[in-house]
C-alpha cells in the first residue's frame, strides 16, 4: 500500500487505530486490540451513562464519612448519630440547640424522690408502617442491645445504669424479667436505676436507647436497616442508602409530630475529603458542613465570613502522661510540662478559629458545673520544679516523645509543643508518629511518654470526662490511681443533691489537673460550621454540637 | 493454546492460596486489633464482640474457617461495616471502579499510543521533545496534584464542570483525566521506546530498501511489534485502574473499591482489607495471562505449547 499525499502522522494513526481489518490486512491484531480499547471506552461510557442523575434533594449536607450501620444498637458514631436521630426517635429527644430535653415518644415521666426510679407515659404514636410504638418495644430493644449473643453492640454499657442490666449482659443473669425495666401497660415504662444518674433523661434521647421494631427486626435479619426494609418512628424514612455515595431521607408521614418537620427531603453525603466537602458546600452541591470540611489553612480567610458558625463544644483535647516510667511518673516533671506549655501560642498559631487553652479537662462551659482553678502558663516555676525534680536547665533529662496519630494538626501541635518545651525548659523532646491503630496499640499497652487524647462529652454532665480517670479505668491509659479521686467519683455518683454532687466533681478535677496532673489539659474545641444562615433554618450552636435534621428549614 | 490456558488458571490457585495466607498472617501482625478505639470497651461487650466474629477462638481456627471462606467464594462479614459482607461490599463499589477505570484506561492507551508513535517519528524533533516533556510530568506530578488543579480550572475558573460526586458523564471528566494522566505518560514512554527499538531492526532496513516510505513504515510494519512494551504494562495497569484508586475517589469523592482498600487497612478491617487485597491479586493474574495471550496474537513468533 502506498502513502497517500497529505495524510499527516496523526490522521494516519487515527485511520489505523479504527481501520476495518479489510482495508489493512497486515494491521489485524492492533487492529482488533485498537478495538478492544474502543470496546473498553464505550463500555466504560455506557456504564457511566446507566447511572442517571436525579434531582438533588431540598438540603444536602457533607455527613463526614460513610456510616458504618444503621442500626442503633450497632452504631458509635457522628454520622451514623446523625442519621439515626432522623429516622428513630426515643422517649426523650434533644432541643433544637441540642442542649435541653423535650418529650420525644413520652409524653411525660415522673422521677421518685430516690431518683432511682422512672416513669414514662408513652404518646400514641406510631412506626412507620403504622403499628404502633408500645412500651414493649422499648424492653425489646434494650434487650436486643444488652444481649450478650447481639455481639456487636460496642454502647451496651449506656444501659448499664438500669439495675441488672450489667449483669445481663456479662451473662451473669439469665432471666432479663430481673432488669429493672416493666411495661405495666402498653404506654406506660416503669425503669428502675442502679443509683440515682442526674442524666439519665440524656441518656433515653441517646441512639443506644432507640427503639427498634421488632416485626422489622426478626423479619429481616441483619438487612432488616436497608431501604424498602427498615421501619422507623423518626420525623423521616430511609428511602436511599448507597454506600460511600449518600443517604437520602424523606419525611416520615405517620411521624406523630409531621407538622414540625419542614424539609420533604434530604441527603447526606459521605465525603471523607476536607477539600472536597469544602469545594461542594462552596460550589452549592452542599448546604451544611462541619468542621471536617473546613480546611484549616483557610481559617483565616473564613472566619471573616457571614456563613461561618463558630461555638464552644464539650470537647477537650489533652496529652496523657505514662506515670508508670521516669521521667513523666514524677509529679514534679509533669507538672513542670504544663506550666512551660504555653497553650495560648498553640491555640493562637496552630488552631486560630478561637479556640480556648484549657487548664482543665471538664471545659467551663458544661452546664451547672464550675471547673477548679487550674494552672496557669509559668515558665519561672516550670524551671524551678524541673531543677527540683533533678533536671536543672533540663540537664540530664532523659529521651522521651510525644506520641500521636496521623493527623496534620496533631503532628503541628506536637511541633510546637516540641519548640516550646526547648526553649522553656531546655529539654529535648521526640516526636512519635503511629497510625490510628497502632497508636491506640501503643497507648493501652502504656508504651509511651506523652500520649496525644481528646474526649468529647456523651453527655452534658462533668461524669462523662472525670469518670475516665477513676483507677484501672478502660479509657485511663495513664497508670495513674488515686483512693482519693475513686472516692470522689463514687460519691458524686450516689449524691442527690446537685450542688454538693458538682463539689465532689470539682474536688476530683483539682486532684486531676492540680494535684496530681495524669493528664496536661490543652484546649476546649470549637465547633466550625459552614451555613447560609440567611437561606437556612433551624441550625443552632450548642455546646453539643447536636443539630437535629427535624428542625432544620429552608427560608 | 488452550492447554497452555487451562495450565495457568490452575496455577492461579496455589498463587491465591499463598497470598491469602501472606496477607492473612501480615494482617494479624499489624498491632492493634478490629476492636480497639479510643473509647476502650467493658470487658463484658468486648468478649461479646470478640465471640461474634469468631476472633475468641485460636488464630488457626481463624485461619481454617477464612480459608473455608473463600473455597466458597465468600469472603466473610465486614468488621467495621456492620451487617454488611465483603462479597456485597465489592460488588457495591467494583462497578463503579470498572466504569472509572476502563475510561481512564482506555483514554491512556488511546493518547498514549499516538503520543508515544508521533514522538518516535520525529524522534529528536521539537516535536518529540514537547510530548516527552509533557510524559515526563504526567509520570511525576502526582494525582493528589492533578485533580485540584483541574478543579482549579474547570470549576472554579471555567465554571464548566461540576466539583465532584458520582453523576452525569460531566462528573466524569475531571476523574478520568486524572487518573489516566500518569498512565498516558507511562504508554507513551513506553510507545516511544518500543518503536525506536524496532525502527532499527533489521526487517525495518529491509523495508526500508524496498523503498517504503517513513509512514508505511512506521505504521505498517513497526507498529504492532513496538506495542508489545505496552501490552506487557497493561497487565498490571489495567488491575491497578480496574480495582479504585483511593486518591482519586477522594478527591471526588466517588463510590469505588479503593477507599475501602485504604480505610480498611487503617481500621484493621481485616475481612475487607483481605477481600480487596485478594481481589487485586486474581485481577492481575488474570491480566497478566490476557496479556500473555494476546503476545501470541500480536507476535507471530510468539508459540505457546
Known sequence: MNRRKGETATGRLFCILFARSPVFPSMRPLAVSSRITVAILIAALGAAGCQKKDPRAEFTFENGTDVQTLDPALMTGQPEHRIANAIFEGLTARSPNGAEIVPGVAKSWEVSPDGLRYTFHLRDCAWSDGTPVTAGDFIYSWRRVLDPSMGAAYYAYQLFYIRGAEEFNEGKLKDFSQVGVRAPDARTLAVELKAPTPFFLYLTSFYTLFPVNRACVEKHGELWTRPGNIVGNGPFLLTEWIASRRIRLARNPRYWDRGGVRLATIDALPTENESTAFNMYMTGEADWVDGAGIPLHLIDLLRLRPDFHKTTILVTYFYRFNVTRPPTNDPRVRKALDLAADKQRIVDKILRAGQMPAATLVPPSMPRYRPPEGLAYNPAEARRLLAEAGYPGGRGFPRVSILFNTSEAHKQIAVEMQAIWKENLGIRVELENQEWGTYLNTESALDYWISRAGWVADYPDPNTFLDMFVTGGGNNRTGWGSRRYDGLIAAAGRERDEGRRMELFREAERILVVDEMPIMPIYFYVSLNLYDAGRIGGIYPNPLDEHPLKYVFIK | ?305
Request: aromatic share 10%; proline share 7%; charged share 15%.
Open chain 2, 1 to 305: 493454546m488452550l492447554t497452555y490456558i487451562l495450565k495457568r488458571i490452575l496455577w492461579m490457585i496455589p498463587t491465591v492460596w499463598v497470598v491469602a495466607t501472606l496477607a492473612f498472617l501480615l494482617m494479624r501482625a499489624a498491632p492493634g486489633g478490629p476492636f480497639d478505639a479510643e473509647r476502650k470497651l467493658p470487658p463484658s461487650i468486648e468478649k461479646n464482640v470478640k465471640a461474634k466474629y469468631h476472633y475468641d477462638e485460636p488464630l488457626y481456627r481463624q485461619y481454617f474457617r477464612y480459608m473455608g471462606g473463600i473455597a466458597r467464594l465468600d469472603l466473610g462479614p465486614s468488621l467495621k461495616l456492620q451487617g454488611r459482607s465483603v462479597n456485597e461490599i465489592i460488588a457495591q463499589a467494583l462497578p463503579y471502579s470498572l466504569a472509572l477505570g476502563g475510561l481512564a484506561l482506555g483514554l491512556a492507551l488511546f493518547l498514549g499510543i499516538i503520543f508515544g508513535t508521533v514522538a518516535a517519528a520525529h524522534r529528536n524533533g521539537p516535536l518529540d521533545y514537547a510530548v516527552m516533556v509533557v510524559a515526563l510530568a504526567g509520570i511525576s506530578v502526582p494525582t493528589f496534584v492533578i485533580g485540584p488543579l483541574l478543579i482549579i480550572l474547570f470549576v472554579f475558573v471555567l465554571r464548566i464542570l461540576p466539583v465532584a460526586q458520582w453523576g452525569g458523564p460531566a462528573h466524569l471528566v475531571m476523574p478520568v483525566i486524572t487518573l489516566a494522566a500518569p498512565f498516558t505518560a507511562y504508554v507513551a514512554r513506553l510507545m516511544r521506546a518500543g518503536m525506536l527499538d524496532v525502527l532499527n531492526q533489521p526487517f525495518i532496513r529491509a523495508a526500508r530498501a524496498k523503498g517504503a516510505g517513513e509512514a508505511s513504515i512506521i505504521y505498517r510494519h513497526a507498529l504492532k511489534v513496538a506495542v508489545l512494551p505496552v501490552v506487557t504494562f497493561l497487565g498490571p495497569a489495567s488491575a491497578q485502574l480496574l480495582t479504585g484508586s483511593v486518591v482519586v475517589e477522594k478527591i471526588f469523592n466517588l463510590p469505588g473499591l479503593g477507599r475501602f482498600f485504604v480505610n480498611s487497612a487503617f481500621n484493621r478491617d481485616h475481612t475487607v482489607a483481605l477481600g480487596v487485597a485478594l481481589l487485586y491479586c486474581v485481577m492481575l493474574l488474570v491480566f497478566n495471562l490476557l496479556v500473555d495471550v494476546s503476545y501470541a496474537w500480536l507476535d507471530p513468533r510468539i508459540r505457546y505449547k
